[in-house]
């Protein structure tokens, strides 16, 4: 008996909405597991990061705030995967959104109201496109690889981070902690719910998915992406050009994730210290994937892995973890949804030819063709 | 300028550079195979909390630092399994093995924080060892003179070996060379494991060298630096050991601006600490634009990097 993957016409609809729902369900699994190994309570740990959260009420708006700036980033990210644009910069991109909020803030002195804000995120996402142009710049005008600059820039952000929020920006009123002084109320996002910390940002996370889900399936734009991503040659055939795909799915990318920024900023931080860039912009990939780059999918996704961020906090003052740990479910996730994607583009056969090797065989066809 | 404090410096620098230059050497393999392993800071966490437990159990920094190199093995072939077996993304898989690596090396370090373990011992006699002058050559952790001695095999293994020369076939042009009978899967399994036993032995540099103890997160970011540093080389390994010690040099220039004493050099005072962090990955950037505009063969990127191999089969 012998495995063989037999590549299917068409991706397959079910395993798509059924490899996500697995990839967290083994993550369960196995975490029990491997938390056991460790000598710590399994059961106990995987139910306070994943199901914790959504059981105690008091928990849920800390998931909202988490889940929106991932599902925001996400968004723009899944436009330039699908397009086969990788965009991995987008923690830079979100970081340089906060910046150029924070700018606006410090600029505005005490002055506040929509206009103010309204400032700030526009600020936000021309910061993180013009982040995000640098890459798509480089990769249609010479050909640089995306993934390694846009990544690079990612670290020269968090530098200018650390620069302005240790000189420049520093709160004068801050006990020399590298921090920029607090936003005044009047230019914070508007709180939605009375006495949570529901923010205006998490309204946008909620409808930005059904925006994009529009735009993907009903605008030549969205087309574009799509045939540009699945089928490159007969997009160039078509008339797409290659390098303007480059640059809008770049530039949304960065937008998206600049606003994200400048949300987090004036909605949940209201000031910037050195712990700001968190790793969103990475864990959006995740999001990304987990919502297999489909806009509604994104914005379940997000709320997953914003589970596991509040639940990791949970699970490290009852089973005594380091908050990290979140990390390894968030990447274990991620492992299975990408390995899941074999079972979406192939259907798995089991075959008798006992004494080929598989390797073998593959090169003499291969070969022989 | 003095004497003594031109040996600090130099010593200090070799020695910040080492993690660097180990787990670039093992990436610059990978990467001539064809694959983009962005996972390299968490399989050089891995390693640091292995090489220190290692050492904690068994007193012994070389059972430590094998260790190292044996976790950071293993977790590069997880990331191969997911990569070549089941032909998922690269880039998104070795994030995942950075996020992985550091969410587990926290876990598993919980029980070593405090812990202190036994050092390397020198590798040449005391008296050159602790010379004044001398210690500028015979000064170092037994890892310095290790990663020298990798950079020179790593030069000759891919310039002047069968092996060598079909692990850069495979990065080329990966259907050609299993079209001629390679074992493209087999090569890239090799390649990813010894990328992730480098990154493990430079890992554990830092928790049994340079800070012989456990903190999340040590290793600082430097996996991102390795990952630069292939780049800036252009995949050369002799360019990778002088691109190391510039890093090295940069990397120096930011500490001593933290501490405020970068006054000798007239005008370097004003220069932010983070001028010189975000450096490295500027210059990066840049001679990766360079290469890319001048696009001449054997200057660039393996030509297969990131991209799955789907073999018609």
Not at chain 1, 41 to 55: C, E, K, M, N, Q
Not at chain 1, 67 to 89: E, F, H, Y
Not at chain 1, 111 to 121: A, S, V, W, Y
Not at chain 2, 181 to 193: E, H, Q
Request: glycine letters at 12%.
């Amino acid at each position: 008996m012998q495995v063989k993957l037999e590549k299917r016409p068409e991706p397959s609809r079910l395993m798509l909405v059924v490899t996500p729902i697995a990839s967290v369900l083994l993550t369960m699994a196995i975490g029990v597991i491997v938390f056991d190994l460790l000598g710590i309570d399994g059961f106990r740990a995987v139910i306070d990061i994943f199901v914790s959260p959504i059981l105690l009420s008091y928990k849920w708006q800390d998931v909202a705030v988490k889940a929106a700036p991932l599902i925001i980033i996400a968004l723009g990210l899944s436009i330039g995967n699908r397009a086969n644009v990788w965009n991995i910069g987008a923690e830079g991109q979100y970081i340089i959104g906060a910046l150029c909020a924070a700018g606006i803030g410090i600029a505005a002195g005490t002055t506040g109201g929509p206009i103010i804000i309204l400032m700030m995120l526009l600020a936000g996402m021309a910061g993180g496109t013009a982040w995000a142009s640098v890459p798509a710049g480089l990769k249609t005008r010479f050909g640089v690889n995306e993934i390694l600059s846009s990544l690079m820039l990612t670290y020269v952000a968090v530098q200018l981070l650390s620069y302005l929020v240790g000189g420049p920006w520093k709160d004068p009123n801050g006990r020399n902690f590298p921090a920029t002084a607090p936003l005044q109320p009047e230019q914070t996002l508007p709180i939605l719910i009375p006495g949570t910390t529901v923010h205006l940002g998490i309204a946008i996370a909620l409808v930005l998915p059904f925006v994009f889900w529009l735009i993907m399936a009903r605008s030549v734009f969205g087309y574009q992406i799509r045939v540009v991503g699945s089928a490159p040659n007969a997009a160039r055939h078509g008339g797409f050009d290659s390098d303007q795909t480059v640059w809008l799915s770049m530039l949304i990318g960065g937008a998206m994730a600049g606003l994200a920024g400048a949300l987090e900023f004036a909605g949940a931080l209201k000031a910037i210290n050195l712990g700001f860039p968190s790793g969103y912009g990475f864990t959006a990939i995740i999001v990304a994937f987990l919502g297999r780059l489909h806009p509604i999918g994104v914005l379940i996704a997000g709320i997953v892995l914003a589970i596991t961020y509040v639940g990791g906090q949970v699970a490290q003052t009852t089973v005594k973890i380091p908050n990290a740990t979140a990390g390894i479910f968030q990447a274990l996730m991620l492992f299975f949804i990408l390995a899941s994607d074999v079972l979406v583009r192939n259907r798995i056969r089991f075959v008798r030819s006992p004494r080929a090797g598989s390797g073998q065989a593959a090169s003499q066809t291969a070969g022989g063709e | 300028m003095n004497w003594d404090f031109l040996i600090l410096a130099i010593i200090t620098i070799v020695g910040i550079s080492t993690p660097i230059l180990l787990a670039g050497l093992g990436e610059l393999v990978v990467e001539k195979s064809g694959i983009l392993n962005l996972g390299v800071e968490g399989m050089m966490l891995v390693g640091a909390i292995s090489g220190f437990a290692i050492n904690v159990y068994s007193g012994n920094p070389w059972v430590g630092v094998a260790g190292a190199a044996g976790a950071g093995a293993l977790s590069g072939l997880l990331f191969g399994f997911f990569v070549l077996t089941l032909r998922s993304n690269q880039v998104a898989t070795g994030l995942a093995l950075t996020i992985f690596g550091t969410g587990l090396s926290s876990l598993i370090g919980l029980s070593f924080v405090g812990r202190i373990v036994p050092q390397f011992g020198s590798v040449f006699p005391p008296e050159l060892a602790r010379d004044p002058v001398l210690k500028v050559v015979f000064g170092y952790s037994p890892i310095v003179y290790f990663a020298l001695l990798m950079v020179v095999l790593v030069a000759w293994f891919l310039k002047s070996t069968r092996s060598g020369l079909i692990l850069r076939a495979v990065g080329e042009n990966d259907l050609s060379a299993h079209s001629i009978g390679y074992n493209v899967i087999g090569v890239r399994y090799a390649a990813i494991a010894f990328g992730g036993a480098m990154a493990g032995i430079g890992g554990a540099y830092f928790s049994l060298v340079i800070t012989p103890m456990w903190a999340e997160r040590m290793t600082a970011g430097r996996g991102w630096i390795a990952l630069a540093l292939v780049v800036f080389a252009s995949w050369k390994a002799p360019r990778l050991l002088a691109g190391a010690y510039f890093f090295g040099i940069l990397m120096w220039l930011e500490l001593n601006a933290k501490a405020g004493g970068l006054s000798f050099i007239p005008g370097a005072q004003a220069i932010p600490s983070q001028f010189w962090a975000a450096m490295p990955y500027v210059m990066t950037v840049v001679v990766l634009t360079l290469i890319s505009m001048r696009n001449r063969a054997g200057l660039n990127a393996p030509a297969c990097l990131g991209k799955p191999f789907l073999p018609a089969t």
